[in-house]
């Protein structure tokens, strides 16, 4: 089984800030990990996603995510915010063990930055 | 555009009568999947297809739902005699069969029952 969990509803940072976002997750075997972004009244845009190898991976307009195996973590962070980087942010796993290609979203967490 | 597109991009109903969404993948791409999104969830898995076979549902997916990728290009889905409860936004995604399998989202049918 797999699930994903995003423990934050709401994460508020200043603009230039540093921004962490988390995601935890569970699975039996190995994870495929996966960031998307959702402005209002679209679809969900792929940022990033972990496979293997590096544990820090890099993705889109400046995001990264670090892939923690002891804390089953996947955090996304960016070094500085900007006010456009306000959205909804989703974290996904897809066990690799499972021979399902459905991943598991999280319930998404609103990340607004203040001007 | 070569992306995932959707349409209508917006859907109002009366209870009871049926519609149909349509989902154009990106050309290259044999995977497409269908998810459903209320407010405040994560998208929620209905449906998945491999070129035209559809591979998997959920549970979640009455039997007022039906999907088809009649030539594994472009999919339909439909459902009948619609409830409130089906007011959602309907995403569809689409993937290559490759990796991670990463998927890419078209932006959405908004379905409003009333």
């Known amino acids: 089984a797999q699930s994903v969990a995003q423990p934050e509803d709401q994460v508020n940072v200043a603009e230039g800030n540093p921004l962490t976002v988390k995601c935890t997750y569970s699975?039996?075997?190995?994870?495929?990990l996966f960031w998307y972004v959702q402005y209002p009244n679209r679809g969900l845009q792929f940022l990033l996603k972990y496979i293997t190898g590096d544990n820090l991976v890099k993705g889109s307009y400046g995001f990264e995510a670090e892939f923690n195996k002891s804390q089953t973590s996947f955090h996304l962070k960016k070094p500085s915010a900007l006010v456009s980087d306000s959205a909804l942010y989703f974290c996904?796993?897809?066990?690799?063990?499972?021979?399902?290609?459905?991943?598991?979203f999280g319930r998404g967490t609103s990340l607004i930055v203040h001007p | 555009d070569t992306g995932v597109s959707q349409n209508p991009r917006h859907k109002i109903t009366k209870r009871g009568q049926n519609v149909t969404f349509r989902c154009d993948p990106i050309?290259?791409?044999?995977?497409l999947y269908w998810y459903r999104q209320t407010l405040g969830q994560g998208p929620e898995f209905l449906t998945y297809?491999?070129?035209?076979?559809?591979?998997?549902k959920s549970r979640l997916l009455s039997d007022r739902f039906s999907a088809e990728r009649p030539k594994g290009s472009f999919s339909t889905l439909e459902i009948q005699r619609t409830e409130q409860g089906d007011s959602a936004m309907y995403l569809c995604?689409?993937?290559?069969?490759?990796?991670?399998?990463?998927?890419?989202f078209g932006p959405g049918t908004r379905l409003t029952v009333l």
């Open positions: 297809f491999q070129n035209e076979a559809q591979l998997e």
């Open positions: 996904a796993v897809r066990d690799t063990s499972g021979g399902s290609y459905i991943p598991t």
């Open positions: 699975v039996s075997g190995n994870p495929y």
């Open positions: 995604a689409s993937s290559l069969a490759e990796g991670a399998d990463t998927q890419y």
């Open positions: 050309s290259e791409h044999n995977r």
